[in-house]
């Protein structure tokens, strides 16, 4: 997992743990560990699932460079006394996660370190239901899950990197020395 | 099963709609589990059951009916809330096992509300 991937990870956490939005869990975590007790119910959970990194152009032209697909995983996980009514909470609270996340400027527009824009887009948003069988009570979990795509380069690095070239030349067979014309290389 | 069984109030919601609670006798056991939920995290919890014995109904509750107990007489432990060894707690009959020789175990679920 790259450290963007994780960065965006975080950041979909710190928005779905502040404010009124937060009032709607009794905990929330970004690992699958400890044991999450029964009685911390319902609980969010903001995953990273997984990434992929599929190329950006031509895969033998310059550095690696890749197109990543970051899997966030945000599960609901809640209790209920009445079966016939389980879905309809977490479904509610699944509507607001995605709208809190895909409707806040600061998060769809998210820049990295260097300022620069870092998502480029959120190509699939999925929700799927789980219904354990086993526990004290009815529960269920409902799964989102969104992929967030971003690019990924990796240049190498580059301490003493050549920016621009000095160049003097000379006419031949004579002539005056034409001094110091400076071409800037493009980074 | 004498030795054992604690007091129970059956209310008969699923099997007779329009019969009155009447009380019974069963054994508690509580077995410790994980569920797995998103991303493999675990998540503990119980399952609960009531062991029964079929001579001692005269209508056997089913699947949808409620069973209650005082919270004393659950198992040690079984409860982490504070709640008063008198208070009643609500189970819903989710599945049954017979055992093929003349007993039960009632698989619940609490229905009582978060405490």
């Known amino acids: 997992m790259t450290t963007l991937s994780t960065y965006i990870r975080d950041q979909a956490?710190?928005?779905?743990?502040?404010?009124?939005?937060?009032?709607?869990?009794?905990?929330?975590?970004?690992?699958p560990v400890p044991t999450l007790q029964s009685d911390l119910l319902p609980c969010l959970s903001v995953y990273l699932m997984q990434e992929d990194l599929n190329p950006d152009g031509d895969d033998n032209v310059s550095v690696p460079r890749y197109i990543a697909d970051a899997i966030l995983g945000l599960s609901i996980f809640d209790e209920t006394t009445d079966p016939e009514v389980i879905d309809g909470n977490v479904d509610v609270l699944?509507?607001?996660?995605?709208?809190?996340l895909l409707t806040d400027i600061s998060f769809v527009s998210l820049k990295?370190?260097?300022?620069?824009?870092?998502?480029?887009?959120?190509?699939?948003?999925?929700?799927?239901?789980?219904?354990?069988?086993?526990?004290?009570?009815?529960?269920?979990?409902c799964r989102l899950q969104l992929t967030?795509?971003?690019?990924?380069?990796?240049?190498?690095?580059?301490?003493?990197?050549l920016t621009s070239v000095d160049v003097t030349s000379t006419p031949v067979p004579t002539g005056a020395v034409v001094p110091n014309i400076i071409i800037p290389l493009p980074q | 099963m004498a030795t054992f069984s604690k007091p129970v109030v059956v209310t008969p919601k699923k099997s007779q709609p329009t019969a009155?609670?009447?009380?019974?006798?069963?054994?508690?056991?509580?077995?410790?589990?994980?569920?797995?939920?998103e991303n493999d995290a675990p998540m503990?919890?119980?399952v609960v059951k009531l062991g029964i014995k079929y001579a001692d109904f005269k209508f056997v509750p089913m699947q949808g009916d409620f069973?209650?107990?005082?919270?004393?007489?659950?198992?040690?432990g079984y409860l982490v809330e504070k709640i008063s060894p008198s208070a009643m707690v609500d189970f819903i009959i989710d599945n049954d096992q017979p055992d093929g020789q003349g007993g039960c175990t009632y698989i619940m679920k609490r229905s009582t509300a978060r405490l």
Not at chain 1, 149 to 160: H, K
């Open chain 1, 13 to 31: 956490y710190n928005r779905l743990t502040v404010g009124s939005i937060k009032d709607n869990w009794r905990s929330s975590r970004k690992f």
């Open chain 1, 94 to 100: 699944a509507d607001l996660i995605e709208e809190t």
């Open chain 1, 148 to 161: 967030v795509r971003y690019r990924c380069y990796f240049a190498p690095p580059t301490p003493t990197a």
């Open chain 2, 20 to 37: 009155a609670q009447f009380p019974a006798r069963g054994v508690w056991t509580i077995d410790n589990i994980s569920v797995i939920m």
């Open chain 2, 67 to 76: 069973i209650s107990s005082k919270a004393g007489d659950l198992p040690l």
């Open chain 1, 112 to 141: 990295d370190s260097t300022g620069a824009p870092l998502i480029e887009s959120f190509p699939r948003l999925s929700r799927r239901y789980h219904f354990p069988s086993q526990g004290e009570k009815y529960f269920v979990e």
């Open chain 2, 44 to 46: 503990s919890t119980r």
